[in-house]
């Protein structure tokens, strides 16, 4: 089955180059060289899209106000192209929602190998029906997709539920970055590993007060462990 991309880009050579690369690897390419009409195009390809293409600096909305709109409605793999190395701007895609990054410039290889892990990833999930799981106030609840802290609804991002199913699945045991790399982006991710700490403190930022016992807890120089330990 063919699979489909929109691909968002309005460096006009950019997006020829990488529309034809997409092809000539038997992707169905939908263009779009603006925000506004990038979210026509999702609304009217929103059944058939399995990823997304989304550069950051873009007329009309930028990417980040593109990503949040998508979000809203679909957890689509979104991989954000962008010229800006700043930690800062990584941060800001992976909060809105994006599953990965690329600094441009890139080589087209690596792009295409970011692509495939994303798509298997998204085939190759699947929760089991009937498993709750809690600790302390936390709740997370693979039926209906949701997580709850103190009974209210905690919005996460498919790849942050992804992440806070596997620490509950290894609940008081110490898990590397590692492990978490190949059970939440798979044993083929290519990207910077550090991206295990910035979800980490994502999921910290949403789940839990200052005030209060941390349930994520970081085992230096290891790795993570999810407990209600002191």
């Known amino acids: ?4 991309i929109l691909l968002v880009e309005d460096e006009k050579g950019l997006l020829d180059s990488l529309s034809t690369e997409l092809g000539f690897e038997n992707y169905n390419v939908i263009c779009a060289a603006d925000g506004l009409s990038a979210l026509d195009q999702f609304q009217k390809n929103k059944e058939k899209i399995n990823l997304i293409l989304l550069d950051w600096m873009l007329p009309k909305l930028d990417g980040l106000g593109v990503l949040r709109r998508i979000r809203k409605e679909s957890q689509v793999p979104v991989i954000m192209l962008t010229a800006r190395n700043y930690i800062g701007d990584k941060v800001a895609g ?12 890139f080589e087209i290889e ?3 190998a970011r692509i495939r892990v994303a798509i298997r990833r998204v085939e190759k999930q699947t929760f089991k ?4 799981y809690k600790i ?4 997370l609840n693979t039926k209906t997709h949701q997580v709850l802290q103190n009974d209210k609804k905690i919005q996460l991002t498919q790849r942050e539920f992804t992440l806070l199913k596997t620490l509950f699945e290894h609940q008081n045991e110490v898990m590397t970055r590692d492990e978490i790399l190949d059970i939440v982006w798979g044993k083929d991710f290519l990207g ?13 930022n949403k789940l839990e007060c200052p005030d209060k016992k941390k349930l994520i807890k970081t085992i230096r120089g290891v790795g993570y462990s999810l407990s209600n330990e002191k």
């Open 110 to 112: 690596e792009l295409l």
């Open 136 to 139: 302390e106030n936390l709740i």
């Open 192 to 204: 910077d590993p550090n991206i295990v700490d910035v979800y980490i403190r994502l999921l910290r």
């Open 94 to 105: 992976l909060d809105g929602g994006a599953d990965d990054y690329i600094t441009k410039p």
């Open 129 to 132: 029906n009937d498993e709750i």
């Open 1 to 4: 089955m063919q699979n489909t």
